[in-house]
């Protein structure tokens, strides 16, 4: 069965006008079918490789979120802050702190949680 069905068509690939036998024919040629399929694989391993990199820099922070008492470098990754900016917080008395020794400095989670609140 043959159809006499001709409709004029711009291809997605290349965008030249073209005559479509079937209405649901998008590109003008094999070339740009392969083209396009080529172009829509690479994007596809784009996404997924960006997927994969946003995981990694989120597994961090979702460590830091369970943790009960945090030390000032992770606190600055918290807040999305420098870890000056934390001490200068913790010199103000707006953040509460602990010194355990001169280079253990710890902040209470609920601490950080109670700023917010």
């Known amino acids: 069965m043959s159809s006499t069905l ?3 068509r ?8 073209f005559t479509a036998r079937t ?9 740009c079918a392969k083209m396009a399929y080529k172009v829509r694989q690479r994007n596809a ?13 989120n597994k961090p922070l979702e460590a830091i979120k ?3 008492f945090l030390t ?3 606190v600055a990754a918290l807040l999305n802050c420098s870890v ?9 008395n707006k953040i509460k702190a602990v010194n355990l020794s001169q280079r253990l400095t710890r902040i209470k989670r609920t601490d950080i949680d109670k700023l917010f609140a």
Not at 45 to 57: G, P, Y
């Open 10 to 17: 711009i291809c997605q690939h290349c965008e030249n006008e």
């Open 23 to 31: 209405t649901v024919t998008k590109y003008c040629g094999d070339y």
């Open 72 to 74: 000032v470098k992770e």
């Open 66 to 68: 369970a943790k009960e």
């Open 45 to 57: 391993r784009i996404d997924v490789s960006n997927r994969e990199t946003i995981a990694i820099l």
């Open 6 to 8: 001709r409709i004029q």
């Open 84 to 92: 000056r900016s934390v001490y200068q917080h913790i010199n103000n």
